[in-house]
Structures are given as C-alpha cells and as structure tokens.
T-cell receptor, first 115, second 113 residues
Framework: NAGVTQTPKFRILKIGQSMTLQCTQD?????MYWYRQDPGMGLKLIYY???????DKGEVPNGYNVSRSTTEDFPLRLELAAPSQTSVYFC??????????????FGPGTRLTVL | AQSVTQLGSHVSVSEGALVLLRCNYS??????LFWYVQYPNQGLQLLLK??????LVKGINGFEAEFKKSETSFHLTKPSAHMSDAAEYFC???????????FGAGTRLTVKP
C-alpha cells in the first residue's frame, strides 16, 4: 500500500490564482480529511468526508472547496488564492469505527505559498 | 468543545536525559487523547492514544503518557532521549469524532549530543 499520497509537494501561487491539491488513499478508508498547519500552530480541519458523495465543513472552510466522487480521492480546491492561505496542507484518512481503535493516516503534506 | 494546550513550544534535552512534553486538555465529554510525532517534511504519525482504558499508555519508540483526570493532563515522557527523537510533537483531543479533533500548537523537541 502506498497509503495516503498528496500532490504536488510544493507550489507557489499568485494572489487570485486557483489550484487543486490532490489526495489519494489506497486503503479503502471511508473517512478523509483536509488540514492546514500554520507555523507555530496545530492542525486545523478544513473539510472532511465520511464517504463518496458526502462532505462537510470543518473548523476553517472559508476559501476552500472539496469533492469526493470516489472512495480513493479527495481533492481540495482553492478558487481565489490569498496570502492567508499560505500554509502546509495535510490530507488524512481513517477507516472508521470507534475513534481511537485505529489512527488517522496522514499524507506527507503540500507546502503552498501565495504571493 | 475540546481543546488542548501544549506548554512550551520548544524543549531541548541532552541525549540520555528524560523527555517530558506537557499537554493539558479541556473537554466537556470524556476525552480521547492522542500524541502524534512529525518528522521534518513528513506527515503526522501516531505515537500513542488514550481511549478510556488504562490511564498509563505506552506507545512506540519508548514513549508513554499518563492520563490524569484530576489535573486534566496527558503529558508525554520518555526515560532516555535519543537523537532520533528530535521532531515536532502534537497533542490532540476529541470527544468522540475525528471531525472534532483539536490539535495543540506543537512542541519542537531538540536533542543535544
């Protein structure tokens, strides 16, 4: 298993540009998450999905959109990039069940800079 | 709502010394607590978790943490630091759902030779 993969690893955007961060997992997990990690801060949940076709907002969803057409993929879309979206973005997946019976599996992250 | 506070954004210890990383939580429901480690340019990896079973939890790489309800704490310890322990450590809490998980700001551990 490759686990959770994310592309690209790094990206620099200009203000107002758009892009999609890709996330794929090959573990057949129902739950998938997008977090952002700002310097000196913990992870904050942007969006999550409990299965194909179902998504919901997390703690900091403004400026982002997601879709979940398949179990494997959970792309994150930035429509009008702003400097406040400069961050490291992590995708994670979880098989489900009682929280704590298994861990969330994290991807390696995408480092995004908006200038 | 849940939250965690990690005391000390940066901890430095000598190789072989005790590692103590502090985490205090706030939760309106019985909490699930986690410690994650993040090595440079990598995602988070679970070290250990508390899910209302034993209050002393042992994790990977020789780490352990003790859940103390009276102190609302879940501090992470390791008796003897190794150079490979240098990383960022995050405490996290949830009341029962991963979509409610809240992470602390992280503690960067430096290990001096």
């Amino acid at each position: 298993n490759a686990g959770v993969t994310q592309t690209p690893k790094f990206r620099i955007l200009k203000i107002g540009q758009s892009m999609t961060l890709q996330c794929t997992q090959d573990m057949n997990h129902n739950y998938m998450y997008w977090y952002r990690q700002d310097p000196g801060m913990g992870l904050k949940l942007i969006y999550y999905s409990v299965g194909a076709g179902i998504t919901d907002k997390g703690e900091v969803p403004n400026g982002y959109n997601v879709s979940r057409s398949t179990t494997e993929d959970f792309p994150l879309r930035l429509e009008l990039a702003a400097p406040s979206q400069t961050s490291v973005y992590f995708c994670a997946s979880w098989p489900g069940g009682v929280v704590g019976t298994d861990t969330q599996y994290f991807g390696p992250g995408t480092r995004l800079t908006v200038l | 709502a849940q939250s965690v506070t990690q005391l000390g954004s940066h901890v430095s210890v000598s190789e072989g010394a005790l590692v103590l990383l502090r985490c205090n939580y706030s939760s309106s429901v019985p909490p699930y607590l986690f410690w994650y480690v993040q090595y440079p340019n990598q995602g988070l990896q679970l070290l250990l978790k508390y899910t209302s079973a034993a209050t002393l939890v042992k994790g990977i790489n020789g780490f352990e943490a003790e859940f103390k309800k009276s102190e609302t704490s879940f501090h992470l310890t390791k008796p003897s630091a190794h150079m490979s322990d240098a990383a960022e450590y995050f405490c996290a809490v949830t009341g029962g759902g991963n979509n409610d998980m809240r992470f602390g700001a992280g503690t960067r551990l430096t290990v001096k030779p």
